[in-house]
């Protein structure tokens, strides 16, 4: 709601630094509630600020999930096991491939 805009810019701009380090800093703001925060969560940005995924269009329930899956590619030798089901090998992955 606009009433609800002008809530949060006037809470932005009285930070010390005119600005919000981060997406969850606006539930402090009076007049968030946690449905208002949920729905609006996933358009609001903070550009340079403590968490590089606050300034993208994910939205801030998803960041463990990404976080997790991110970890898990690093964990991945080369990108030549990108494609490969989990805990396969490559004899199986080559037996698959001939069976098609």
């Given at each position: 709601?606009?009433?609800?805009?002008?809530?949060?810019?006037?809470?932005?701009?009285?930070?010390?630094?005119?600005?919000?380090?981060?997406?969850?800093?606006?539930?402090?703001?009076?007049g968030?509630?946690?449905?208002?925060?949920?729905?609006?969560?996933?358009?609001?940005?903070?550009?340079?600020?403590?968490?590089?995924?606050?300034?993208?269009?994910?939205?801030?329930?998803?960041?463990?999930?990404?976080?997790?899956?991110?970890?898990?590619?690093?964990?991945?030798?080369?990108?030549?096991?990108?494609?490969?089901?989990?805990?396969?090998?490559?004899e199986?992955?080559?037996?698959?491939?001939?069976?098609?």
């Amino acid at each position: 709601t606009p009433r609800l805009a002008e809530l949060i810019v006037g809470a932005r701009d009285g930070q010390a630094a005119g600005r919000f380090d981060q997406v969850a800093q606006v539930r402090g703001v009076k007049g968030v509630g946690p449905k208002a925060f949920q729905q609006a969560a996933g358009f609001l940005r903070v550009y340079d600020g403590a968490d590089p995924l606050d300034a993208t269009e994910v939205h801030p329930e998803a960041y463990q999930a990404l976080r997790e899956g991110l970890a898990k590619l690093k964990g991945l030798q080369d990108d030549s096991q990108l494609g490969k089901a989990p805990g396969a090998s490559e004899e199986e992955e080559e037996e698959e491939d001939s069976d098609r």
